[in-house]
């Protein structure tokens, strides 16, 4: 049988945050949990292999490093404004 590589890693921003901060992240099972809850919250899932590995080497309470700022800055936009837009069609 496959052994369950799939990695996951949740993220938790505010405005009065200097950085989004790791809230989850893990491999196989616990990948598998994390990405169950947020769809049982509805809360969005962005799929990204190399960013889910670059966070599985950030500590659970600790603020994304720097050089990935970026890119988790477009997915926060991303969710945002599809976000607006379902707010909008209620």
């Avoid at 993220?11 to 809850?37: C, N």
């Avoid at 899932?45 to 950030?58: H, P, S, T």
């Amino acid at each position: 049988m496959p052994k369950n590589n799939k990695k996951a890693a949740a993220l938790r921003y505010e405005q009065s945050y200097e950085a989004p901060i790791v809230t989850a992240a893990g491999i196989g099972l616990i990948a598998d949990k994390i990405i169950e809850k947020a769809d049982e919250n509805n809360v969005p899932i962005v799929y990204n292999k190399e960013l889910a590995d670059l966070l599985q080497n950030v500590d659970i309470g600790e603020s994304i490093p720097s050089e990935i700022y970026e890119i988790v800055a477009e997915i926060i936009a991303y969710v945002m404004s599809v976000d607006n837009n379902l707010n909008k069609e209620r």
